[in-house]
């Protein structure tokens, strides 16, 4: 099919993509029935986003997916938004639009390749398997001249995978890096295998925590699949709600996405529940992916020492080791879980600037930043948890 040329096609919704087509780039390793590794690009994970209300009119978020046709059959496609904001996406660029306002210019609207809300790396050009190099350039030379003929100020593709990084900046898209930090499983068997190779301090500090969050009088439950009721939605959509409005002040979420949720997502979806006295009074909710588990909500209507680590962090590092998977993505920022195990790891994004004035400003912003970054993670992982000297005795 090289030589093949490439028809570029933007929609408005989902609705007018085949599930097949989209999960076949997004997710062919789940054709076959098997899980997917990431589970935010799959079509049903978008479209109850979409479905819901929580993108689209009156959100700042408009869809315009991307795909790419090649003799009939779509090859590549993306989750493309125009924004007329930068709320909900975790790779802060509001220092870039002020700047840019500031000259004169016009930063929004703009447009956002990324998951809604998500703060998870994963890949952003979505290709069928054997069209990785073409699908990957026909995209990016899809969405730049879009944004170019529509005079956007920006293109934007949030936390995406390192492979991509390459593909944009040969066709002249700016790198930018941050961090997060993730827990790793080194094939632990069990909980106390993990804390053994931790220091002593952070081990006993991490025990003491766990017993403080299970004596909060009441239960935990891991619930996935079959196991989620209606009420389990209920309680997690107060959560979600209680802690939205002290963080955003509207949760970008709607209450439909928790219904749509439970009716196409609950194989993908595990939640941690704390219930005392017959009622839900915490929750975690995290989705499943092939290799890695990944934490998103978290909310409680009472407040328990410690329970946030022990729902958010210790329970979902028991799950991954009891069921195989390498990794625990906790979200966004928050150095105190070095403390508890979690690593910094480098995230990407690339960026167009249709200004090249602005373009080459933000470039040589870019290039210092990465090296803080890169300094800061060197620092962090050195001061990290687990035992310098393998002797140190296990308590």
């Known amino acids: 099919m090289d030589g093949a040329p490439i028809e570029i096609e933007m929609h408005q919704g989902l609705g007018t993509i085949a599930a097949s087509d989209w999960d076949a780039c997004a997710c062919p390793e789940a054709v076959a029935g098997g899980r997917a590794n990431d589970p935010f690009t799959t079509y049903r994970f978008l479209k ?10 009156g959100t700042g978020w408009q ?56 703060p998870v790396s994963g890949r952003r050009l979505l290709t069928r398997p054997g069209f990785e190099t073409t699908g990957k ?8 001249q879009v944004a170019d003929d529509n005079e956007l100020s920006s293109l934007h593709l949030t936390f995406c995978e390192e492979d991509e990084v390459d593909a944009g900046q040969q066709m002249g898209l700016l790198h930018r890096t941050a961090q997060q930090f993730h827990w790793l499983n080194e094939n632990y068997q069990c909980f106390d295998e993990f804390l053994a190779s931790l220091s002593s301090r952070k081990r006993k500090n991490i ?88 934490g998103r909500y978290w909310g409680c209507v009472e407040d328990h020492p410690c329970l946030h680590f022990e729902l958010c962090y210790y329970q979902a590092m028991d799950w991954a080791i009891s069921h195989g998977l390498g990794r625990v993505e906790a979200g966004a920022q928050g150095e105190h879980k070095l403390a508890r195990g979690y690593l910094p790891v480098t995230t990407h994004s690339l960026h167009w600037m249709r200004d090249p004035g602005f373009a080459d400003a933000v470039a040589r912003f870019l290039e210092a930043e990465r090296e803080a970054v890169a300094e800061e993670i060197e620092v962090m992982t050195a001061w990290g948890p687990f035992r310098k000297d393998k002797t140190e005795d296990h308590e």
């Not at 991307?66 to 493309?80: F, G, M, Q, S």
């Not at 930068?86 to 840019?100: K, L």
């Not at 209606?230 to 802690?243: C, K, S």
Request: hydrophobic fraction near 40%; charge should be negative.
């Open 207 to 294: 025990r003491k925590e766990r017993q403080k969050a299970q004596a909060f009088g009441g239960e935990i439950l891991c619930l996935s699949g079959e196991e989620i009721r209606p009420e389990h939605w209920d309680a997690m959509w107060r959560f979600y709600q209680d802690t939205g409005a002290r963080k955003w002040g509207t949760p970008y979420l709607t209450r439909d996405f928790f219904d749509m949720a439970h009716d196409t997502l609950r194989d993908d979806i595990l939640l941690i529940l704390a219930k005392k006295d017959g009622h839900y009074v915490a929750g975690a909710m995290n989705l499943i992916g092939q290799e890695a588990l990944f």
């Open 137 to 144: 350039a026909a995209l990016v030379q899809g969405m730049v």
């Open 63 to 118: 869809p315009r997916y991307l795909t790419a046709r090649a003799n009939d059959e779509v090859i590549a496609c993306a989750p493309l938004y125009v924004k007329s904001h930068s709320q909900g996406e975790y790779v802060f660029d509001y220092s870039w639009a002020h700047a840019y306002e500031n000259a004169g210019g016009r930063y929004y609207p703009k447009m956002q390749v990324a998951v809604p809300f998500t």
């Open 48 to 57: 109850a986003i979409e479905d819901s209300g929580s993108v689209g009119p």
